[in-house]
């Protein structure tokens, strides 16, 4: 068995009420193990037997929308890369020094060079986003409602679905259960 990580789009914002033991009956139903769930915003923590995490992520994703009625994208990450994510450090400390936020955008793929070049094209003196595998690591210089980047952009941008965490939730997520 392997210890999975699936981070989920629209749980529990823009009137997409679940509660988490639903949640976990749900992930249970599809024969995982250990689930448990991570703050109320769609981290869903369980085992199941080691493969293609793509396929994982299709069997979550036709459940739910079975159950729940919605589509709700799914990005899994094992706990290794979990912690890997955790360790990468994009910015400099000053840079972080400054910054009102960090936040991590887990994305279905990694994007490629010239999705690269567009995301380094929505870099401002608010907001700047480097991409590192299948995560994008943006840093918010000042209040998030005065940047022009959100999740919406983010996917528009590299035409590739995405989901959004704050690094202290990973942070803290990792520590727990990683």
């Known amino acids: 068995m392997s210890k999975y990580i699936a981070f989920l789009r629209a749980i529990n914002v823009g009137g997409h009420n679940v509660k988490m033991d639903h949640l976990r009956s749900l992930f249970e139903s599809l ?19 080691a493969g293609n995490t793509k396929t994982l992520e299709k069997e979550i994703e036709t459940k739910l929308h079975q159950a729940l009625g919605y589509n709700v994208s799914t990005f899994i990450r094992t706990n290794t890369e979990v912690v890997e994510i955790t360790k990468y450090k994009p910015f400099s400390q000053s840079q972080l020094d400054m910054a009102i936020a960090l936040n991590i955008g887990f994305l279905a793929d990694a994007p490629d060079d010239s999705a690269a070049q567009k995301l380094a094209s929505l870099r401002s003196d ?20 005065d940047s022009k980047i959100s999740n919406m952009v983010i996917e528009k941008a590299l035409g590739i679905k995405s989901t959004l965490r704050g690094v202290n939730t990973i942070n803290k997520l990792a520590e727990k259960h990683c």
Do not use: M
């Open 31 to 49: 024969g995982f193990s250990k689930v448990e769930t991570f703050i109320a915003s769609g981290n869903v923590i369980f085992e199941a037997k």
């Open 126 to 145: 608010i907001d700047d986003l480097q991409s590192h595998g299948r995560e994008i690591y943006w840093l918010c210089k000042k209040k998030q409602s």
